[in-house]
């Protein structure tokens, strides 16, 4: 009999090793959007109008806003007048498209039903990066710092009812990046690029609270959040996440990724991270908040680092910037 048990175990680790093979991968392309040949450079956001099933992207050398129909995959209107765009943001009350435009360094406000230009509102150059608090509905952005020679950047604060800015944070540090705000809690967590630190503000209080150092990686850019266990996720170029715990501001551990990592997405409902670097999407699922296992690295394009993940639909759109003779194009993935 007990010849028996090392036959079993080799038949079970076999069959172990086969059903691994066959799971799924976590992301299926299932459609390819071509762009036209004379959108060229990198894209920087996306955002997405479910009721409408209408997409927006920034490509920032275009000095525009696409519109994408969903469903045909067609673009639909193109919004000019924008020397520069970055983030956006949807407003679906209001029906209102907000967009920060680095090159004026404004944050355009526009009527999305007939794309029409409302409002400006006036900060410094290099206006980039957002956070949006639902509540308040204040929206939080990042300008200043090294493109108007100061060693120090502004987070803004725009009441996007009024369209008017109420406030600024200065930050010491030339570069920010990505920021994300808590629900339970007037914290806002902002990438420091500058300082490879992650800074905690009192949106209350509008001013820092603390500082954490980001030494298992560097050049920290993306970042997502896991509110519900206290984790922070910060999305580093050099090809890591580091894992914070937002309690402390201790760095648990860092996952390996592609380097040249622009976008970070959370998932609280499945428990999955999908970081979007240079060529490919590396999508992590977390078992517990300590301990997380690689799904897969999904084939993108180069600088394919421009993602947005819409669970409403199961859809995973990544841009992938013209390269060589190839034209740019969005690529949707059908999550798994």
């Known amino acids: ?23 799924p991968a976590p992301l299926k392309l299932v459609e390819t959007i071509k762009l036209p040949s004379d959108i060229k450079g990198n894209f920087d956001h996306f955002a997405i109008d479910v009721k409408t099933s209408r ?33 956006i943001l949807y407003r679906e009350d209001l029906r209102h498209l907000y967009v920060t435009d680095g090159e004026a360094g404004e944050l355009k406000i526009f009527d999305s039903t007939n794309y029409a230009l409302l409002s400006t509102v006036k900060l410094l150059l290099d206006t980039d990066s957002i956070g949006y608090d639902p509540e308040t509905k204040l929206l939080y952005i990042d300008n200043g710092g090294g493109d108007v020679h100061e060693a120090y950047s502004m987070i803004s604060v725009v009441d996007t ?66 509110e519900a266990n206290h984790r922070l996720f910060i999305a580093c170029r050099a090809g890591d996440i580091v894992v914070l715990d937002t309690a402390s501001g201790e760095e648990l551990t860092a996952l390996p990724i592609t380097k040249g990592v622009d976008d970070l ?11 979007s670097a240079d060529g490919s999407v590396d999508v992590y699922e977390q078992t517990d ?10 084939p993108t394009g180069p600088m394919g680092r421009t993602s947005l993940l819409v669970p409403a639909l199961k859809r995973y759109f990544v841009a992938v ?3 060589g ?11 798994h």
């Not at 525009?64 to 970055?86: A, M, N, Q």
């Not at 997405?265 to 970081?275: E, F, G, M, P, T």
């Not at 003779?325 to 999550?335: D, R």
Request: proline share 5%; net charge positive; glycine share 4%.
């Open 325 to 335: 003779t190839e034209s740019a194009e969005i690529l949707v993935f059908e999550v």
């Open 161 to 226: 009812t009024a369209g008017k800015k109420v406030a600024d944070i200065k930050v010491d540090g030339d570069t920010l990046e990505a920021m994300r705000l808590e629900k339970s809690s007037p914290k806002m967590y902002v990438n420091n690029k500058a300082k490879n630190q992650v800074e905690v503000i009192d949106r209350n209080k509008r001013e820092i609270v603390a500082s954490w150092p980001v030494t298992k990686s560097k050049t920290n850019v993306a970042m997502a959040l896991d």
């Open 55 to 87: 997409l927006f992207a920034t490509p920032e050398g275009y000095k525009s806003v696409l519109v994408f129909d969903v469903p045909s995959g067609k673009l639909i209107h193109t919004i000019r007048g924008i020397e520069k765009p970055h983030a």
């Open 265 to 275: 997405i959370y998932d609280a409902a499945s428990r999955r991270l999908y970081a």
């Open 289 to 298: 908040p300590d301990h997380y296992k690689l799904l897969g690295k999904v």
């Open 1 to 23: 009999m007990k010849k028996c048990f090392p036959i079993l175990t080799m038949m079970l680790a076999l069959f172990g090793v086969e059903a691994r093979a066959q799971d």
């Open 321 to 323: 910037p013209r390269h």
